[in-house]
């Protein structure tokens, strides 16, 4: 594909050149030849282009009509080009084979969003090697009682097991962002790193609790539709203070509260 198409700001285009980052990726993905792939925002296909030979299937999801129509020309059988958001899409409806993997450059700009999409269809995937700006690594890696620990952290750690692959500086890219960037391995575990009695009930206890972050718990939780007399109810059961913050809680203890807030409710 051409280097002459220029990257949009609102698309948080930034092209990876680097072919080492490219080769840790590739590795770090461990590709078989009947490997299912997607991969989010391909760009002008520098990783594409290592993907496709490697792999049975590679499905891509561009939002750059420009980009989407020099995809379509190549007219390989064993690639499926997906024209618009990926935020949009029905990723169930589109990945009807799993499992597969996901490797991608991911735009900075909906990387949260993604990996938020990505926990939600979790059973599609068994591993994803993503970028991210370092910041968000950082999150996903993230202790208990940290500025960087959040929601995303404690669902990512519920799900995966997450590892840095490699540091990537900004003049690895075109344009060169202004920050540092990393890529994670993530490994699907066979089963959740605690268990959990509803997934989607403890999803949503996590994003409450920390909602509000210069909240308590007990104001976190009440402002979200969660019934004050049972969240008051399961903290007692649970053994857990109202008055901590969502950002000092670990898995365990959130998959606790879960626990008896989904008995009281």
């Not at 390989?76 to 080009?81: E, H, K, T």
């Not at 490699?166 to 089963?191: D, G, H, I, N, Y």
Request: aromatic letters at 8%.
């Amino acid at each position: 594909m051409s280097d002459s198409h220029r990257p949009r700001k609102r698309f948080g285009q930034n092209f990876l050149k680097d072919n080492r980052i490219i080769d840790a990726i590739i590795a770090a993905a461990q590709l078989q030849s009947d490997d299912r792939v997607l991969e989010i925002g391909p760009g002008r296909g520098a990783l594409t282009n290592r993907l496709l030979p490697r792999v049975g299937q590679l499905h891509i999801m561009e939002i750059d009509r420009d980009l989407v129509e020099a995809f379509q020309q190549r007219n390989d059988p064993r690639l499926q080009v997906h024209a618009g958001d990926a935020l949009h899409f029905d990723w169930t409806r589109l990945l009807t084979q799993p499992p597969y993997k996901l490797v991608a450059n991911l735009p900075y700009n909906i990387s949260s969003q993604i990996l938020f999409k990505m926990l939600e269809h979790r059973h599609l995937f068994t591993c994803m090697v993503l970028m991210f700006q370092k910041e968000v690594g950082d999150r996903l890696r993230a202790e208990p009682g940290t500025k960087a620990y959040g929601a995303l952290t404690v669902l990512c750690q519920l799900w995966f097991d997450v590892e840095r692959v490699v540091l990537v500086p900004p003049q690895c890219f075109t344009p060169a962002p202004k920050v540092m960037s990393e890529v994670l391995c993530f490994m699907r575990r066979s089963a959740p790193r605690v268990e959990v009695d509803d997934p989607a009930f403890f999803a949503r206890v996590v994003k409450a609790s920390f909602a509000q972050r210069r909240k308590t718990l007990k104001n976190s939780l009440k402002a979200s539709d969660l019934a004050p007399e049972s969240v008051e109810q399961a903290a007692q059961q649970a053994a857990i203070d109202l008055q901590r913050r969502g950002e000092t809680l670990n898995l365990i203890e959130f998959a606790r509260l879960a626990k008896a807030l989904h008995s009281a409710t």
